[in-house]
């Protein structure tokens, strides 16, 4: 697996090849704004989305790239199936730590692996 860091943003990008394509992590760490009521992490944990505030949180964007250059946004564990589409999986919301980047990058590439998509 190759890993390049952006010096300006802080933004982690992980490369693998896997299923006949190129799968790409990206993660970056969002800090969140307790005294604000608008920001998104207070309304989580006030909606009950979330036990508890994560004053840092990882970011999640995963995009694979299949044999014909098409970008899918497959394999990402902090996302699941509901609504209209996609909404967050609040269990994979993780404060940034590097033991829970490693165990979220650990579940993309098992999700690419066994090709199990958004739930």
């Not at 902090?78 to 990058?105: C, H, K, Q, S, Y």
Request: aromatic share 10%.
């Amino acid at each position: 697996m190759n890993k390049a860091i952006n010096p300006i943003t802080g933004k982690r990008t992980y490369t693998e090849q896997v299923n006949g394509g190129e799968l790409v992590i990206e993660i970056r760490t969002s800090k969140a704004d307790r005294r604000s009521k608008h920001d998104l992490m207070n309304l989580w944990v006030k909606n009950g989305h979330l036990p508890e505030f994560i004053p840092e949180r990882l970011h999640v964007d995963t995009y694979f790239y299949d044999e014909d250059g098409r970008c899918w946004g497959y394999y990402n564990p902090t996302e699941r199936r509901g609504g209209a589409g996609r909404v967050i999986d609040f269990d994979w919301m993780l404060p940034a730590t590097p033991e829970n980047e490693r165990r979220i990058i650990d579940e993309v590439l098992r999700m690419a692996r066994e090709d199990i998509r958004c739930k």
